[in-house]
């Protein structure tokens, strides 16, 4: 018989994440299936790793085939102990991040603790990150686990490029109104911040991030275009942060004495 991949899905909303459980529906149909998850939910902690804390992950249920383990890191963590502790000795072939509670399209990329775990696991495996538009604890993934089992197919089938995950969002709208799939790039924008004073229930000020994402692209091609055109958006990522448009315009730093 020949041998089901083996598919390590880990997420950063938590064990607990609806969005957990759709990846698992979606990963559950191509091969063997482990899950490690954070304890609790660790969004926006980009390529965060622990060093400072000891790591602990625990087996906390087996359901209908698939291991679901839970740890007190963060989402690149989970990577690293599906790989090394969990599936030590096992070569992983897939590995699938999310699905998020929310986009991570344009600059949220570098924040997104979603993508921070495909783009870990994207050093020696294929992976896969993706997200939903919808924030909402109950949102909606029809149209991920649909269109999700189509890319994971394909890419179980073909490949990816070495050292190259995607960057999977799904708009918010019903299934049935989403035009397809697009290649795209990372839209050209970024976070406008702001930290809003607040006060607690013990009178003792605080402060809470804010924001609203703009974007300076609008251009046809990128993420957001997509999005905003009932499009799912695949993106390409690396880790690869160089940027070469710029070597020869800094190339005078190497004549500074």
């Not at 390529?47 to 992950?57: D, E, F, G, Q, R």
């Not at 839970?70 to 989402?75: K, S």
């Not at 570098?110 to 993706?130: K, N, Q, R």
Request: charged letters at 20%.
């Amino acid at each position: 018989m020949e041998k089901k991949p083996l598919i390590l899905v880990v997420n950063d909303d938590g064990y607990e994440a609806l969005g957990l459980e759709a990846m698992v529906e979606i990963a559950k149909e191509f091969g063997e299936v482990v899950v490690v998850a954070p304890d609790q939910v660790r969004s926006a902690m980009g390529h965060a790793i622990t060093m400072n804390v000891p790591l602990h992950v625990t087996h906390y249920k087996t359901v209908d085939g698939v291991q679901y383990w839970r740890t007190n890191g963060t989402p690149v963590d989970c990577v690293k102990l599906g790989q090394k502790v969990v599936l030590r000795g096992r070569q992983v072939d897939l590995v699938l991040s999310g699905i998020n509670h929310g986009s991570n399209s344009s600059v949220s990329v570098i924040y997104s603790g979603t993508m921070g775990a495909a783009i870990e696991a994207s050093f020696d495996t294929a992976a896969i990150g993706l997200s939903v538009q919808d924030y909402s604890p109950n949102a909606d993934f029809t149209a991920a686990v649909h269109y999700g089992k189509k890319i994971v197919k394909a890419v179980l089938e073909k490949g990816l490029p070495p050292h190259v995950c995607l960057n999977v969002n799904v708009p918010k709208i019903p299934f049935e109104e989403i035009k397809g799939m697009k290649i795209t790039r990372q839209t050209d924008g970024y976070w406008y911040e702001d930290m809003e004073k607040r006060v607690d229930p013990f009178g003792r000020e605080y402060y809470w991030l804010t924001g609203h994402l703009v974007d300076t692209d609008h251009a046809e091609g990128s993420c957001e275009w997509a999005l905003h055109h009932n499009y799912i958006s695949i993106q390409p990522v690396h880790y690869d942060l160089t940027a070469y448009h710029a070597m020869n315009d800094v190339k005078y730093l190497e004549d500074v004495q």
